[in-house]
């Protein structure tokens, strides 16, 4: 079972939700580790922010990869915690090498703030709670919809959506959806025209423009 710790941290009552971890398939052999796969996904649904934590001296491994895809799926905040950090032999620019290596195999989702700790030596791990809450103010963010067409819509204008059989795509509207997981609709004359590499487009711009660091948001297009 999750373990459950009450903390007040940073001026915020926290409930955190230590998981047993979730094994390779092919270790998953025994009902006790079935079983601990399901509430750890079901712990991953129950969270608002969670911590993959993976292994430095492992790198990222494709389960961690699946794990991923779980908390993205379910629209939640994410912090990679790259654990065992003192075990690693560093130089200058490690770090920096190392988040970059994170962050590529973490692609298309990159907006992910990455913090190197150790349990063992208790390294980061405030700085790790810290980035957390930040994330959890991220993914509650509501950006008014004057200020969400002021900033986004000349940038549209500068870069509009590519014509489809010699046909304008035009986006006219924004507003943010009232969701637990960032939504956004685009109105426009033709949304179906509308393609994936744009779609990149202008969510890189929302990251852009606004504070949505290791958040999943959505975005939807719908006829004006």
């Given at each position: 079972?999750?373990?459950?710790?009450?903390?007040?941290?940073?001026?915020?009552?926290?409930?955190?939700?230590?998981?047993?971890?979730?094994?390779?398939?092919?270790?998953?052999?025994?009902?006790?580790?079935?079983?601990?796969?399901?509430?750890?996904?079901?712990?991953?649904?129950?969270?608002?922010?969670?911590?993959?934590?993976?292994?430095?001296?492992?790198?990222?491994?494709?389960?961690?990869?699946?794990?991923?895809?779980?908390?993205?799926?379910?629209?939640?905040?994410?912090?990679?915690?790259?654990?065992?950090?003192?075990?690693?032999?560093?130089?200058?620019?490690?770090?920096?090498?190392?988040?970059?290596?994170?962050?590529?195999?973490?692609?298309?989702?990159?907006?992910?703030?990455?913090?190197?700790?150790?349990?063992?030596?208790?390294?980061?791990?405030?700085?790790?709670?810290?980035?957390?809450?930040?994330?959890?103010?991220?993914?509650?963010?509501?950006?008014?919809?004057?200020?969400?067409?002021?900033?986004?819509?000349?940038?549209?204008?500068?870069?509009?959506?590519?014509?489809?059989?010699?046909?304008?795509?035009?986006?006219?509207?924004?507003?943010?959806?009232?969701?637990?997981?960032?939504?956004?609709?685009?109105?426009?004359n033709l949304p179906q025209y509308i393609k994936p590499a744009y779609v990149r487009f202008l969510e890189n711009?929302?990251?852009?423009?606004?504070?949505?660091?290791?958040?999943?948001?959505?975005?939807?297009?719908?006829?004006?």
């Amino acid at each position: 079972d999750p373990i459950n710790t009450r903390w007040n941290v940073f001026g915020f009552d926290v409930m955190l939700l230590d998981t047993a971890g979730i094994r390779k398939k092919q270790k998953v052999d025994e009902d006790i580790e079935f079983y601990s796969v399901i509430r750890s996904i079901r712990a991953i649904e129950d969270s608002d922010v969670c911590f993959l934590m993976i292994d430095a001296t492992d790198g990222v491994q494709q389960q961690d990869l699946h794990i991923m895809s779980i908390i993205q799926k379910n629209g939640k905040g994410l912090v990679v915690l790259v654990n065992k950090w003192d075990l690693l032999e560093k130089e200058t620019n490690t770090m920096k090498a190392y988040e970059a290596e994170v962050k590529q195999r973490l692609e298309p989702f990159t907006d992910v703030p990455v913090v190197f700790i150790s349990v063992l030596e208790k390294q980061r791990i405030l700085k790790a709670m810290e980035m957390g809450m930040k994330v959890h103010q991220d993914r509650a963010r509501k950006i008014p919809t004057r200020k969400l067409n002021d900033v986004l819509l000349p940038i549209i204008e500068r870069q509009p959506p590519p014509m489809y059989k010699a046909k304008q795509v035009s986006i006219k509207f924004i507003n943010q959806l009232p969701t637990h997981v960032p939504s956004f609709a685009f109105y426009c004359n033709l949304p179906q025209y509308i393609k994936p590499a744009y779609v990149r487009f202008l969510e890189n711009r929302l990251r852009e423009q606004f504070s949505f660091t290791g958040v999943p948001i959505r975005l939807f297009f719908r006829k004006k």
